[in-house]
């Protein structure tokens, strides 16, 4: 199980359960399941429109997956992350702040999830 805080400036926090481990449970279907609106638009990493940032709630070392080859396009052409960023959490395996919500499936860990919201 992991809880996943759902945070924007003009909603009120949300923390809601779930289950880890799926391999097809992403952030965004999360969300819709419990009505957060976090802004999507093609649902397949390709828009950027549900860019979010993902940090850590609790001591342990964030486990997120890698960048999906998608979110790692999009990413770039966003300006969130350089080929430089991309390349030395691949060599350190360091997870990115900056995620597209349609694309990160959900692992066994604590998470605060901040999204913008219109
Ligand atoms: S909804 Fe388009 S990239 Fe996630």
């Not at 860019?51 to 979110?71: H, I, Q, W, Y």
């Not at 770039?76 to 997870?95: H, N, S, W």
């Not at 919500?101 to 998470?111: F, G, K, Y």
Request: proline share 4%; aromatic share 4%.
């Amino acid at each position: 199980m992991a809880l996943i805080t759902f945070t924007s400036p003009l909603h009120k926090d949300k923390t809601v359960y779930a289950i880890a481990g799926s391999h097809k449970q992403t952030i965004l279907q999360i969300a819709k399941d419990n009505h957060i609106p976090i802004d999507f638009s093609c649902g397949e990493g390709d828009c950027g429109t549900c860019l979010v940032r993902v940090t850590s709630v609790d001591a342990k070392n964030r486990m997120s997956g890698p960048l999906t080859d998608r979110e790692r396009v999009v990413l770039k052409e966003l300006g969130k992350l350089t080929q430089k960023d991309i390349d030395k959490m691949l060599v350190d395996d360091i997870p990115s702040e900056w995620r597209l919500a349609c694309q990160m499936v959900i692992r066994d860990e604590d998470i605060l999830v901040a999204y913008p919201s219109k």
